[in-house]
């Protein structure tokens, strides 16, 4: 017979980042009791599917993804609200007004604002966090201090000029679309648009390695773009 001590679970279903945690040792009955919606049966489908990796309630398999980010993405798209609104949607979602997100315990983190919004106070305190990877998703929008102690610290960072070029590389596949005459379905579009993404991860990877400094892809990137335009100086005789 399995007997449970604590149920700790995290970004399931309707949960967010904020660890659910439930000690069942410290009395011989648990009580679990809220409002409608506020999670009670997630517990139980958590619990069911770290053991049978199945839920307890018949659900599909697109309704495993965090409802939080489908939430989020029709917020954005759709209706154009403003983000502290998933706190009122989510009880367990907390929203600080005014404040960088970039101070609360996470696994990875991703810029994708505006500017020099991860400064070195910032970067330090995701370090002291344990954040294991940080993927810029705007221009530079971490500080050169702040990109110093991220690499110092091992983390995998992806730099803007590599990780946010899924929009540039999107506006060429439309370009080629129209040069060609042609429009292609959404899944064309996104298959192409992941080849491109790998590609550019492997080019600033394998362009590290080559310089002895395998894993920055900060380097990798800027020597493989300089490498680009400088060859095409070249072929094109400016040089």
Request: hydrophobic share 40%; aromatic share 8%; net charge neutral.
């Given at each position: 017979?399995?007997?449970?001590?604590?149920?700790?679970?995290?970004?399931?279903?309707?949960?967010?980042?904020?660890?659910?945690?439930?000690?069942?040792?410290?009395?011989?009955?648990?009580?679990?009791?809220?409002?409608?919606?506020?999670?009670?049966?997630?517990?139980?489908?958590?619990?069911?599917?770290?053991?049978?990796?199945?839920?307890?309630?018949?659900?599909?398999?697109?309704?495993?993804?965090?409802?939080?980010?489908?939430?989020?993405?029709?917020?954005?798209?759709?209706?154009?609200?403003?983000?502290?609104?998933?706190?009122?949607?989510?009880p367990d979602v907390d929203f600080y007004e005014g404040k960088k997100p970039w101070g609360i315990e996470?696994?990875?983190?991703?810029?994708?604002?505006?500017?020099?919004?991860?400064?070195?106070?910032?970067?330090?305190?995701?370090?002291?966090?344990?954040?294991?990877?940080?993927?810029?998703?705007?221009?530079?929008?971490?500080?050169?201090?702040?990109?110093?102690?991220?690499?110092?610290?091992?983390?995998?960072?992806?730099?803007?000029?590599?990780?946010?070029?899924?929009?540039?590389?999107?506006?060429?596949?439309?370009?080629?679309?129209?040069?060609?005459?042609?429009?292609?379905?959404?899944?064309?579009?996104?298959t192409k648009l992941q080849q491109i993404m790998k590609n550019i991860f492997d080019t600033a990877s394998?362009?590290?390695?080559?310089?002895?400094?395998?894993?920055?892809?900060?380097?990798?990137?800027?020597?493989?773009?300089?490498?680009?335009?400088?060859?095409?100086?070249?072929?094109q005789g400016v040089v």
């Amino acid at each position: 017979m399995i007997i449970f001590k604590k149920i700790r679970y995290k970004n399931f279903l309707s949960t967010g980042n904020t660890p659910i945690e439930i000690d069942l040792d410290k009395s011989p009955t648990t009580l679990i009791i809220g409002k409608n919606g506020s999670g009670k049966s997630t517990l139980l489908d958590a619990l069911c599917w770290a053991l049978f990796n199945k839920p307890f309630r018949i659900i599909k398999k697109e309704q495993m993804i965090n409802l939080i980010g489908k939430f989020v993405k029709d917020l954005k798209e759709n209706k154009r609200g403003r983000i502290k609104e998933v706190a009122n949607k989510f009880p367990d979602v907390d929203f600080y007004e005014g404040k960088k997100p970039w101070g609360i315990e996470a696994d990875v983190a991703f810029p994708c604002a505006t500017q020099n919004e991860i400064e070195l106070s910032d970067a330090k305190d995701l370090v002291k966090n344990g954040v294991a990877t940080v993927c810029e998703g705007a221009n530079m929008p971490s500080t050169k201090e702040a990109v110093d102690v991220l690499l110092a610290a091992k983390i995998a960072y992806g730099p803007g000029k590599a990780a946010n070029a899924g929009g540039v590389a999107t506006s060429q596949l439309e370009m080629a679309q129209n040069a060609s005459m042609q429009m292609w379905t959404f899944e064309e579009v996104d298959t192409k648009l992941q080849q491109i993404m790998k590609n550019i991860f492997d080019t600033a990877s394998n362009t590290a390695a080559e310089f002895d400094q395998p894993g920055n892809l900060v380097l990798g990137a800027n020597i493989a773009a300089f490498r680009r335009v400088a060859d095409a100086m070249i072929e094109q005789g400016v040089v």
